[in-house]
Protein backbone atom coordinates (compact mmCIF):
# COMPACT_ATOMS: atom_id res chain seq x y z
CA UNK A 1 0.00 0.00 0.00
CA UNK A 2 2.48 2.53 0.67
CA UNK A 3 4.24 1.45 -2.53
CA UNK A 4 1.12 2.81 -4.37
CA UNK A 5 1.04 6.05 -2.32
CA UNK A 6 4.66 6.92 -3.56
CA UNK A 7 3.72 6.31 -6.81
CA UNK A 8 0.60 7.96 -7.03
CA UNK A 9 2.53 11.15 -5.07
CA UNK A 10 5.01 10.97 -7.50
CA UNK A 11 2.62 10.75 -10.33
CA UNK A 12 0.43 13.82 -9.05
CA UNK A 13 3.78 15.91 -8.77
CA UNK A 14 4.95 15.09 -12.47
CA UNK A 15 1.53 15.87 -13.75
CA UNK A 16 1.16 19.03 -11.49
CA UNK A 17 4.64 20.30 -12.85
CA UNK A 18 3.46 19.29 -16.63
CA UNK A 19 0.20 20.87 -16.53
CA UNK A 20 1.77 24.39 -15.55
CA UNK A 21 4.19 24.67 -18.38
CA UNK A 22 2.90 25.76 -21.50
CA UNK A 23 5.50 26.47 -24.58
CA UNK A 24 2.92 28.32 -26.07
CA UNK A 25 2.56 31.47 -23.70
CA UNK A 26 5.59 33.65 -22.59
CA UNK A 27 7.26 33.57 -19.14
CA UNK A 28 6.93 36.35 -17.02
CA UNK A 29 9.84 38.56 -16.08
CA UNK A 30 10.52 39.87 -12.93
CA UNK A 31 12.72 43.17 -13.25
CA UNK A 32 13.05 43.08 -16.37
CA UNK A 33 15.64 46.05 -16.42
CA UNK A 34 17.74 43.44 -14.82
CA UNK A 35 17.67 40.75 -17.71
CA UNK A 36 17.77 43.68 -20.64
CA UNK A 37 19.48 46.49 -19.07
CA UNK A 38 19.81 49.69 -21.68
CA UNK A 39 23.41 51.02 -21.86
CA UNK A 40 23.81 54.94 -22.24
CA UNK A 41 27.11 56.25 -23.60
CA UNK A 42 28.49 59.50 -22.99
CA UNK A 43 28.66 60.96 -26.51
CA UNK A 44 24.81 59.29 -27.51
CA UNK A 45 22.13 61.81 -28.82
CA UNK A 46 19.28 62.42 -26.37
CA UNK A 47 15.79 63.30 -26.58
CA UNK A 48 16.36 64.45 -22.79
CA UNK A 49 17.50 67.81 -24.41
CA UNK A 50 16.69 70.14 -27.91
CA UNK A 51 20.19 69.83 -29.29
CA UNK A 52 21.05 66.59 -28.39
CA UNK A 53 24.50 64.96 -27.83
CA UNK A 54 25.08 68.67 -26.35
CA UNK A 55 24.25 67.98 -22.85
CA UNK A 56 26.68 65.76 -22.48
CA UNK A 57 29.49 67.93 -23.07
CA UNK A 58 30.85 70.09 -20.45
CA UNK A 59 30.46 73.39 -20.63
CA UNK A 60 32.80 75.82 -22.28
CA UNK A 61 36.03 76.34 -20.24
CA UNK A 62 35.65 74.35 -17.81
CA UNK A 63 38.36 72.42 -15.71
CA UNK A 64 37.98 68.20 -14.70
CA UNK A 65 38.38 67.79 -11.13
CA UNK A 66 41.59 66.42 -10.05
CA UNK A 67 45.16 67.69 -9.64
CA UNK A 68 44.45 68.46 -13.80
CA UNK A 69 46.24 71.94 -15.10
CA UNK A 70 45.48 73.20 -18.63
CA UNK A 71 49.03 73.04 -20.32
CA UNK A 72 49.56 76.22 -22.40
CA UNK A 73 51.99 75.29 -24.84
CA UNK A 74 50.62 73.88 -28.14
CA UNK A 75 51.83 70.58 -29.82
CA UNK A 76 53.98 72.35 -32.63
CA UNK A 77 57.10 73.09 -33.24
CA UNK A 78 56.98 76.86 -31.85
CA UNK A 79 55.43 75.67 -28.47
CA UNK A 80 58.31 72.86 -28.72
CA UNK A 81 60.39 75.66 -29.22
CA UNK A 82 58.45 78.22 -26.49
CA UNK A 83 58.07 75.80 -23.91
CA UNK A 84 61.82 74.72 -24.31
CA UNK A 85 63.13 78.43 -23.85
CA UNK A 86 60.61 79.50 -20.68
CA UNK A 87 59.36 76.43 -19.06
CA UNK A 88 60.24 75.65 -15.43
CA UNK A 89 59.93 73.67 -12.66
CA UNK A 90 57.00 73.94 -9.93
CA UNK A 91 58.93 71.83 -7.77
CA UNK A 92 61.18 73.29 -5.73
CA UNK A 93 64.62 71.37 -4.57
CA UNK A 94 62.59 69.40 -1.31
CA UNK A 95 59.84 68.69 -3.37
CA UNK A 96 62.22 66.63 -5.75
CA UNK A 97 62.46 62.68 -5.35
CA UNK A 98 65.09 61.30 -7.36
CA UNK A 99 63.75 57.79 -6.53
CA UNK A 100 60.48 58.05 -7.47
CA UNK A 101 61.34 60.26 -10.50
CA UNK A 102 64.01 56.50 -11.04
CA UNK A 103 60.93 54.47 -10.57
CA UNK A 104 58.64 56.29 -13.13
CA UNK A 105 61.91 56.46 -15.62
CA UNK A 106 62.64 53.08 -15.72
CA UNK A 107 58.64 51.85 -16.02
CA UNK A 108 58.35 54.25 -18.82
CA UNK A 109 61.33 55.58 -20.19
CA UNK A 110 63.98 52.84 -19.58
CA UNK A 111 62.97 50.66 -21.82
CA UNK A 112 64.10 53.08 -24.83
CA UNK A 113 66.69 54.91 -23.90
CA UNK A 114 68.37 53.16 -21.07
CA UNK A 115 68.84 53.13 -17.41
CA UNK A 116 71.60 55.60 -17.56
CA UNK A 117 69.84 58.22 -20.57
CA UNK A 118 72.65 56.92 -23.43
CA UNK A 119 69.85 55.60 -25.68
CA UNK A 120 70.79 52.02 -25.30
CA UNK A 121 67.50 50.30 -23.81
CA UNK A 122 66.59 47.13 -24.13
CA UNK A 123 64.40 47.61 -27.48
CA UNK A 124 67.34 49.50 -28.95
CA UNK A 125 70.00 46.74 -27.73
CA UNK A 126 67.24 44.18 -29.34
CA UNK A 127 67.08 46.38 -32.95
CA UNK A 128 63.16 46.90 -32.16
CA UNK A 129 63.64 50.41 -32.24
CA UNK A 130 66.53 52.67 -33.91
CA UNK A 131 67.82 56.45 -33.62
CA UNK A 132 67.29 56.77 -29.62
CA UNK A 133 69.85 59.42 -28.88
CA UNK A 134 71.42 59.70 -25.68
CA UNK A 135 70.86 62.46 -23.07
CA UNK A 136 74.78 64.14 -23.65
CA UNK A 137 74.34 64.12 -27.67
CA UNK A 138 76.38 67.11 -28.50
CA UNK A 139 74.11 68.17 -31.09
CA UNK A 140 70.71 68.45 -28.46
CA UNK A 141 70.79 70.91 -25.86
CA UNK A 142 67.82 69.95 -23.93
CA UNK A 143 66.32 72.02 -21.16
CA UNK A 144 63.71 71.60 -18.07
CA UNK A 145 61.03 72.67 -20.89
CA UNK A 146 61.97 70.60 -23.38
CA UNK A 147 62.09 67.30 -21.76
CA UNK A 148 58.53 68.09 -20.13
CA UNK A 149 57.13 69.37 -23.50
CA UNK A 150 58.22 65.74 -25.39
CA UNK A 151 56.71 64.15 -22.11
CA UNK A 152 53.74 65.68 -22.95
CA UNK A 153 53.27 65.10 -26.30
CA UNK A 154 55.74 63.08 -27.32
CA UNK A 155 58.17 63.58 -30.58
CA UNK A 156 59.23 61.78 -33.78
CA UNK A 157 58.49 58.07 -32.82
CA UNK A 158 57.83 58.37 -28.94
CA UNK A 159 54.13 59.05 -28.16
CA UNK A 160 52.55 61.08 -25.41
CA UNK A 161 52.83 59.75 -21.52
CA UNK A 162 50.24 62.53 -20.61
CA UNK A 163 47.69 59.48 -19.81
CA UNK A 164 50.36 58.00 -18.20
CA UNK A 165 51.63 59.72 -15.73
CA UNK A 166 50.12 63.14 -13.98
CA UNK A 167 51.56 66.28 -13.57
CA UNK A 168 53.63 65.94 -10.69
CA UNK A 169 54.81 62.70 -11.67
CA UNK A 170 56.03 63.94 -15.12
CA UNK A 171 57.96 66.70 -13.47
CA UNK A 172 59.78 64.03 -11.19
CA UNK A 173 60.76 62.26 -14.53
CA UNK A 174 62.34 65.90 -16.23
CA UNK A 175 64.22 66.22 -13.07
CA UNK A 176 65.16 62.55 -13.23
CA UNK A 177 66.47 62.84 -16.63
CA UNK A 178 68.12 66.10 -16.07
CA UNK A 179 70.25 64.50 -13.31
CA UNK A 180 71.40 61.44 -16.00
CA UNK A 181 71.85 64.44 -18.29
CA UNK A 182 74.33 65.55 -16.25
CA UNK A 183 75.96 62.41 -15.13
CA UNK A 184 76.81 61.61 -18.49
CA UNK A 185 78.37 64.51 -19.19
CA UNK A 186 80.92 64.02 -16.69
Request: aromatic share 12%; with cysteine.
Amino acid sequence: MKRVIKYITVLVLVTGFMSCQKNSRPNYQYMPNMYEPVGYEAYQESDAFNNGIEAQIPAEGTIPRGDFMPYEFEDTNAGYDEAKATLTSPLDSIQIDYARGKELYDVYCGICHGAKGNGQGKLVQREKILGVPSYDDAGRAITTGSIYHVIYYGKNTMGSYANQLNEEERWQVTAYVEKLKAELEK
